[in-house]
């Protein structure tokens, strides 16, 4: 079990993707190919939705 904290994974995919400065779909197509986003893995809620941290990937 995921021991992170749900205050620090406050973002949606939409947020996430804007927040890098890339198109929300490159973000769930790199996650199914890969399962993470260049090293950045989102939390899955309960909802099935899912929840990143707000953090901006390095290059």
Known sequence: MNNASPKKYELNTQQFAALNQVLP???RARL???GSFYGVAPLKL???RLAFPAVQVAA
């Open 46 to 48: 309960a909802s099935g």
């Open 32 to 34: 199914c190919r890969t």
């Open 25 to 27: 779909q490159s973000v």
